[in-house]
């Protein structure tokens, strides 16, 4: 195991609340006052429903599991009682924003292919997980998925990517970790793996090509890609 670890990319992919492999709100919306609005709420719904949810110290809590996905409503909900039945219906549909991205089966079974080992760190709900499980064709394929939920960690922390590294023997020089916000990149590069800001796929790819060639990590079929 140990052997093979050494010898593959330890390619640490995050799907997070959208942008790489899956898309998120922030994919459908510009923001989440945007989404509101689309669920026909005013201007004083929108407020205290973003105020009790999303801007809410909850929703990262419930990133990290402290709770079951029925507790955390009833939390929202009583940040703004009077919505109980649209904080509800969110709660229950959010999943409906999260899609494949049209690359990501193609990009990681390329990856596969060429002998890589490809992760998952994500910061992710277990309400979110339990209504989007089915479409993340992807997971199968992966060495290892950490969410964090299931231990109770979350991105930024370094704890979370020595978290991988310890349970699937990677070395943190070998590894790669992509990601779409900034504060995550700089938590792998607190641990020494090396980070990768996720700005669009062709750049995110030729950027991993980059460092791989730049790195000698051996690869097979290596394409000539800037």
């Given at each position: 195991i140990r052997a093979n670890s050494v010898q593959a990319l330890r390619d640490m992919v995050d799907r997070a609340q959208g942008g790489i492999l899956i898309t998120g709100r922030e994919y459908f919306f510009n923001s989440d006052e945007e989404m509101?609005?689309?669920?026909?709420?005013?201007?004083?719904?929108?407020?205290?429903?973003?105020?009790a949810m999303f801007q809410n110290k909850l929703w990262d809590e419930s990133d990290q599991g402290l709770g079951t996905?029925?507790?955390?409503?009833?939390?929202?909900?009583?940040g703004a009682p009077e919505y109980a039945e649209e904080i509800t219906k969110i709660h229950q549909t959010v999943g409906e924003t999260v899609e494949l991205m049209p690359y990501a089966m193609e990009w990681i079974l390329d990856l596969k292919a060429r002998g890589y080992h490809v992760y998952i760190i994500s910061n992710y709900a277990e309400n979110m997980y339990n209504q989007t499980k089915d479409k993340l064709a992807f997971l199968p394929l992966m060495d290892d998925v950490v969410m964090s939920y299931t231990i109770k960690k979350m991105k930024p922390d370094p704890a979370i990517y020595n978290?991988?590294?310890?349970?699937?023997?990677?070395?943190?020089?070998?590894?790669v970790f992509i990601?779409?916000?900034?504060?995550?990149?700089?938590?792998?590069e607190v641990v020494g793996i090396h980070g990768i800001l996720f700005?669009?796929?062709?750049?995110?790819?030729?950027?991993?090509?980059?460092?791989?060639?730049?790195?000698?990590?051996?690869c097979k079929n290596f394409p000539n890609e800037g």
């Open positions: 509101l609005s689309r669920l026909g709420l005013d201007e004083k719904a929108k407020a205290a429903i973003n105020q996905p029925e507790e955390f409503l009833q939390k929202f909900i009583a978290y991988l590294c310890d349970e699937n023997w990677l070395e943190p020089e070998e590894s990601d779409d916000r900034q504060e995550n990149v700089n938590g792998a700005k669009d796929y062709e750049t995110a790819k030729q950027e991993l090509n980059k460092f791989l060639r730049d790195s000698n990590i051996l």
